[in-house]
């Protein structure tokens, strides 16, 4: 186990147009070093996902460049069910992507993770912004070494608010119960960023634009061209803009102080359904945002000049 007093990041991620400018923000914080990168099937494919972070590998171009670990392709005991919120390919169906070599440095996230936890041990923070059956695969070999991490930062679920894919369920939720479950159920004490915030979190048009204005250069295009997807979907339903639901959990894995949190005891339903009941606490959740705040930091680094 390291001895030194450095922050390190893992990522857990399904990239996905939310996860992209999560992963932008996570790679221009110098709180952290982001170490790792594991993919997970989710919002796309593994196989999508895995060629999308590498696309944003590209695009950002982080120093030092993180250890990127394919993982699950499937949820643990049901079939996959992705998002077409984000296109096609994950990324708002652009066809000019230029092409990228897939250094994939493992095929087995969740040992990945084990070994991450074993030797960073209290200085990682873990942030899964997908379904989590990397996360649950690795508390099956070893949950001692996952408990024993900083903080694990997972968007999902939606406690005391609606679904976004069923009256009661989150998406992340509702594609890997099992696995949520899995991870509670072994004692890892999670900080839940559910639909209860991300809803609070709304990047408009206008404001994002503005501030690739103010950089503008390949990364800013690039930003302000997979954002056009969804942002045009949001639109479309008469939504001012976008939820940052991943931003959000990458926000508050930097600093908790952006919300206000409540610990709850959490069962989790067969849909995915993130309900209170009676009981010890088995999470905490942000329940309400500075709304103002997180998106100053978002704007002010998910597009630093070069």
């Known amino acids: 186990m390291t001895t030194d007093s450095r922050r390190y990041a893992l990522i857990d991620t399904d990239p996905g147009i939310d996860d992209a400018l999560a992963l932008l923000l996570a790679w221009s914080s110098p709180e952290w070093t982001v170490e790792i990168i594991t993919v997970v099937a989710g919002n796309v494919s593994m196989k999508a996902g895995t060629l999308n972070v590498f696309r944003l590998l590209e695009l950002r171009r982080p120093s030092p460049a993180p250890l990127v670990a394919s993982g699950a392709a499937a949820p643990l005991a049901r079939p996959l069910r992705i998002a077409p919120y984000h296109g096609t390919d994950g990324l708002g169906d652009l066809l000019d992507w230029p092409p990228v070599e897939l250094h994939v440095g493992s095929a087995d996230a969740p040992g990945v993770i084990v070994d991450a936890a074993r030797r960073r041990g209290r200085s990682l923070t873990i942030v899964a912004l997908g379904p989590m059956t990397n996360l649950a695969l690795a508390v099956e070999r070893d949950a001692a070494a996952v408990r024993g991490v900083g903080r694990v930062v997972a968007m999902g679920g939606a406690v005391d608010v609606p679904g976004n894919v069923t009256p009661d369920a989150e998406f992340n939720a509702h594609v890997d119960p099992d696995a949520l479950a899995r991870v509670l ?73 952006l919300v206000e949190w409540e610990a709850v005891r959490l069962t989790i339903g067969p849909e995915g359904q993130t309900r209170r009941t009676a009981g010890e606490p088995n999470v905490r959740f942000a329940r309400v945002v500075d709304t103002p705040r997180f998106l100053r930091l978002f704007l002010e680094r998910v597009c630093p000049a070069s």
Do not use: N
């Open 185 to 257: 159920d072994a004692g890892v004490r999670l900080d839940l960023v559910p639909l209860d915030a991300t809803r609070q979190a709304v990047l408009e048009r206008a404001a994002l634009h503005a501030t690739l204005a103010r950089t503008p250069g390949p990364l800013a295009d690039g930003i302000r061209r997979f954002t056009e997807y969804a942002l045009r979907l949001d639109e479309k339903h008469g939504r001012r803009g976008m939820d940052l639901h991943d931003p959000l959990a990458v926000g508050v894995a930097l600093d908790p102080s």
